[in-house]
């Protein structure tokens, strides 16, 4: 088993950063690949950004944030971050921490991030 606890959501105005954790214990020694999810009201969970821990931390992210949030791994801290600066109103979601290891998927509980405008 693997568990995740996200931290680091709130409220902050449109233009400003905010930071993201993923703390993971547990089963972790296996984990291949760990990524950020966000879901909207009314809307389907979709990939923000992913790190590929076994093509050296290799990155990947959804059009919509690539050049404003950034992913990254502490992996002596077992913990994943998304720093996510010029925040707009429409990236106002539930943010998913997702853990892979064959052939399972691991989700946290989420954090709320609202933008206002």
């Known amino acids: 088993q693997v568990q995740l606890v996200e931290s680091g959501g709130g409220l902050v105005q449109a233009g400003g950063s905010l930071r993201l954790s993923c703390a993971a214990s547990g089963s972790i020694s296996s984990i291949t690949y760990m990524g950020w999810y966000r879901q909207a009201p009314g809307k389907q969970r979709e990939l923000v950004a992913g790190i590929t821990i076994t093509t050296g931390d290799s990155t990947n992210y959804a059009d919509s944030v690539k050049g404003r949030f950034t992913i990254s791994r502490d992996n002596a801290k077992n913990t994943v971050y998304l720093q996510m600066n010029s925040l707009k109103p429409e990236d106002t979601a539930v943010y998913y921490c997702?853990?892979?290891?064959?052939?399972?998927?691991?989700w946290g509980k989420g954090t709320l991030v609202t933008v206002s405008s």
């Open positions: 997702n853990a892979f290891r064959p052939v399972r998927n691991y």
